[in-house]
């Protein structure tokens, strides 16, 4: 079941702050996020596994709230460097099948 | 250390066609996945390898699509007879453990036009 982002599209200015949404109608075992520029590979961002850990680079932060099946990773004080798609991608539990939805496109303006 | 290779990076060919795509993941991955991704969607999982067996390849569209990884290494996507839908960019993606906890390494990918 490939889980669902939201907004589409965000634009902002150069220091504003995002939120990206994701969530799943399934029982999730993990969350991952990936950002990918136009022409380029998807590059990890974040795991947050059950139970709380997470793993991923410092300036990102995320939550994920296994309950509801959702989570959402937090852009604060946005750089140009930060345009590019954002991806979430799912476990369910059993599989080693990592589904991504169908993206964020995220332009930051100067 | 390098990172995960794909070969060819383009490849235009004719419906009914066969074509081979190759993924060099990085040294001592032992999960590699394969990915095909179309414009403006996110990567739609085809199939799953931990080491040389196929632990999940639920996502292969049909019967035309294969993938190999012999040696636990380097693996190859095959399709037959090729159609224009399967036009696409095809990534390949390697982990040192399962995906599940742990970062998965993406390839550029390998860009197929069907004509």
């Known amino acids: 079941q490939q889980p669902v982002q939201s907004p589409q599209a965000v634009i902002l200015r150069e220091g504003e702050d995002a939120v990206i949404n994701c969530s799943s109608s399934k029982a999730l075992y993990s969350v991952h996020w990936y950002r990918q520029k136009h022409g380029e590979a998807p590059v990890f961002l974040m795991i947050?596994?059950?139970?709380?850990e997470q793993k991923g680079h410092e300036k990102i932060s995320a939550s994920f709230n296994e309950k509801k099946q959702q989570s959402s990773l937090y852009l604060t004080a946005s750089q140009l460097s930060y345009s590019g798609t954002y991806f979430c991608g799912t476990y369910q539990g059993g599989s080693e099948k990592l589904v991504f939805g169908k993206g964020t496109k995220l332009t930051v303006n100067p | 250390g390098a990172g995960v290779s794909q070969t060819p990076s383009n490849k235009v060919t004719e419906k009914g066609k066969y074509v081979e795509l190759r993924c060099d993941p990085i040294?001592?991955?032992?999960?590699l996945y394969w990915y095909r991704q179309s414009l403006g969607q996110g990567p739609e999982f085809l199939i799953y390898f931990q080491g040389t067996g196929a632990a999940d390849d639920s996502g292969l569209p049909n019967d035309r699509f294969f993938a190999v990884r012999p040696e636990g290494s380097v693996s190859t996507l095959k399709i037959q007879r090729t159609e224009r839908g399967d036009s696409a960019v095809y990534l390949c993606?390697?982990?040192?453990?399962?995906?599940?906890?742990?970062?998965?390494?993406f390839g550029e990918g390998s860009r197929l036009t069907v004509l």
């Open positions: 947050l596994l059950k139970g709380g």
């Open positions: 040294s001592g991955h032992t999960a």
């Open positions: 993606a390697s982990s040192s453990s399962g995906g599940s906890t742990g970062e998965l390494f």
